[in-house]
């Protein structure tokens, strides 16, 4: 299947990290030094994680698409920061859209939802019930977290991205997914209590961070070397890898645990924060004029819960 | 594909029309009149749609069940109330099942994510993926409704249900799902303000309940012929229709439209209310040890958002 093009939007609020320090005493140095995070983006007043992926839906219609938007035939969303989920992000984008009769879901396996939402559409086009489908993938974090929390207040931020798959290549400049692996690791560490949303108790905490931060050290290398095995390739075939941007320690880790130079790690961490399940899709939409025909990309995730995935796209 | 086994866990408090009597004013008759509701079931504190999933899991796995439950390669949740949006409900199963490195999701088209979710596995075993899944849809309506809302507050009930689904036939007590068609209907009617869950805000309300029973009584009918007429079958052919179960007077028009006999409809809004996604599945499940071979059953949902589908099983 092939990416014919994607988009991302960001709320237009920036918030630094003074505003941690005047807040919870943080100093910039401090959250810089455990998280590589400068700043990140506020979703404003009005705007929710639906809001956020209908605006990403736009900025992908403004581009050139190779079909008609009345072409999909599938909408998934993802997301674990949900504005209503009866009328979920994807149904929203949906009434957006249109689009009548076609299949429409939104999924959550937290900060892994975007390549669970991939695989899903994988499916539809195996089962031939779909071959034109649109990913919208949404978190709307400040709506769920504690700000005065000095473990993982600062780490949040919000934005979307939308991306259009096809099951046909539909253009030169398509990038093909070559190979994707999801897995749920919740029989891992301190999987079903480390970082948690539960909407009607305290939106999203983070009690065992280190626990988190191990495990997504160990699950992101070994399925990024899964999905390029899968496909022949070794490490050094690799030109950029995406990691899930939860912290930029995490990153760093990975792409020493894999042996691969700095200039190979693409991340956005340190301008948008943590954005969740969006954070590697809005990576690649933010990176997509660099890349050159031929290329390997990795996009590699670890969601609380846990979970984990990766996917290998060729330009 | 073919549904092994099933299950279903009610939590045991059962709370009659006359709590509301005393809460709201509103006398059985009139809840009765409207609803078809005598009575629902209520979680017990520290129960949530994990723990009522895993109750019912254990119920599965308390069956013959025709392989070894290490054989479980995907796990599927559909809920609408997540007590935990990160640890979500399929993720709270995996750990309890103790089965690492399968694929793990958990997804909300609202009351229809049943048929969402089944239609997920069936994208997961046409592409190879995956060929003995595991979907539990639980659905916790009283963490999230306002029981003193005389609109909908006495329509809810908890509860969860368990399917096994395997690609290949495991015996011959196998229900086989013959066709599957579901669909978003975010475009129709009041769609994406009738029926709203925003955790953030009030919980689960129902501002425009006759939008969502007219667009119920159009949506199951039309996909319940459906799936008929996709595998050559007509109404004549129907032995049992199940429902959404969201109101008796939808399901008694519904079989009015589709011209079948009261006596092939089933239901349990009269004792459970409206179970959300976990409705139709805990009715196949109770009614397991009528059905007789050869028996053509068709589920249908419609949800809040909105989203349909039909499922044909036979025996």
Not at 9 to 33: A, D, M
Not at 84 to 103: F, G, N, Y
Not at 183 to 204: D, F, H, M, Q, Y
Not at 219 to 224: E, G, L, N, R
Request: contains cysteine; hydrophobic residues 40%; aromatic residues 8%.
């Amino acid at each position: 299947m092939y990416i014919n093009t994607l988009s991302h939007y960001l709320p237009s609020e920036v918030i630094g990290n003074e505003y941690f320090t005047n807040l919870n005493n943080l100093s910039s140095e401090w959250i810089v030094e455990r998280t590589g995070i400068y700043e990140r983006r506020k979703a404003a007043q009005g705007e929710n994680t639906s809001t956020m992926a209908i605006e990403a839906v736009k900025l992908l219609l403004e581009d050139n698409i190779p079909f008609s938007k009345n072409e999909i035939d599938l909408i998934v969303g993802g997301t674990y920061t949900p504005y209503d989920t009866i009328v979920t992000v994807a149904h929203a984008v949906q009434h957006h859209l249109a689009l009548p009769d076609i299949p429409v879901v939104t999924i959550s396996s937290a900060c892994s939802s975007l390549l669970n939402a991939i695989e899903i559409v994988e499916g539809y086009f195996a089962m031939g019930k779909a071959s034109k489908a649109l990913v919208v993938v949404s978190d709307h974090n400040t709506a769920y977290y504690n700000e005065s929390d000095t473990v993982s207040g600062h780490l949040w931020g919000d934005g979307a991205s939308a991306i259009l798959i096809s099951k046909e290549r539909q253009s030169d400049s398509d990038m093909q997914i070559k190979k994707l692996i999801t897995g749920g690791a919740a029989t891992s560490g301190k999987a079903i209590e480390a970082v948690v949303l539960r909407p009607n108790e305290r939106g999203v905490i983070m009690p065992f961070g280190r626990d988190v931060f191990q495990n997504a050290c160990i699950y992101m290398p070994k399925v990024s070397q899964q999905v390029l095995q899968a496909c022949g390739l070794t490490i050094n075939d690799l030109d950029y890898l995406i990691p899930h941007q939860a912290n930029h320690r995490i990153s760093l880790n990975v792409i020493n645990t894999l042996g691969i130079p700095a200039e190979k790690l693409i991340s956005n961490i340190q301008y948008l924060g943590n954005t969740g399940c969006a954070g590697c899709a809005i990576a690649l939409s933010e990176n997509r004029s660099r890349f050159v025909k031929g290329q390997n990309i990795v996009i590699t995730v670890f969601g609380g819960g846990y979970s984990y995935g990766a996917m290998l796209i060729t330009i």
